[in-house]
């Protein structure tokens, strides 16, 4: 078996596209939408994801605003910033870029953001109406990869699913969000004695980690979905050549870079035995941004109904 590709690119225009027409409405009528995103620190990743979360931002029609504060930032400061962006009438979703430095209160920050301004879904009552099966914002990759599947017609109903990882940004609420729609989800993490077996009954294979290639051909039931949620790093000739053949592109990226993106999925093997795989890059990860906004955009809604 080949794997057909699950690109996020269509997926994300398709989101894109629809958010762009909510934000024009919105703005005609005076209520453009509007993302602030507080970033502490100088983490590169962290600065970019945040300098993509704007320019989408910027394309969409949508107003957004990145608040910079340096890495000694402490608790209190960072607590009057959001509860500041949570009086104005102007921003409807507040974003802060985790992780924050290690001497920073990161879940009371979280739980001073509004839950009406909650757009990453990370806020306690934001789960909570996660659990309940209630509406509220819901973490933007896990919500984006039930779009992919519901865009490439990928069932969901009565299958069994596996998901690698039990974050509370990823695994937790995408083994709530398929267990919502009948699936039977196993959640598997580094104490599931034999992994790879739970994981080669599962028609949906989530796989976040978070380590290099950890899902080889033994964990991948033949005709499965595998959602590779991870974002790593190889940097060998060997290592490329193992993970991708001999993919010139992929030579290239770490002669020229010193290295390549890699999932949590060994792509050879996936391409071989599923029937849908999501290609790092290109898979989920612009997902996240087009879910960003559309949760940006029903706060707005929200805040003018
Ligand atoms: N760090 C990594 N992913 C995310 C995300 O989706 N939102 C925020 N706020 N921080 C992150």
Redesign the pocket.
Known sequence: MTARLLLAKPVAEKIQAEVAEIARHLTEKGHKPGLAAVLVGNDPA?HT?VGSKVKTCQNLGLHSEKIELPTETTTEPLLAVVEDLNRRSDIHGI?????LPSHIDSPAIIRAIHPDKDV?G?HPVSAGRLVLKQDGFV???PAGIIEMLAFYDIPIRGTRAAILGRST?VGLPMSLLLLHRDATVTICHSRTPDIARVAREADILVAAIGRTAFVTEDFIREGATVIDVGINRVSTPEDVAEYFGDDEKRRADVEKKGYSIIGDVHPRHAVERAANFTPVPGGVGPL?IAM?MKNTVRAAERSVR
């Open positions: 962290s994801y974003l802060v870029q985790m992780p990453d990370f973490a933007c990759t940004i996240t960003l």
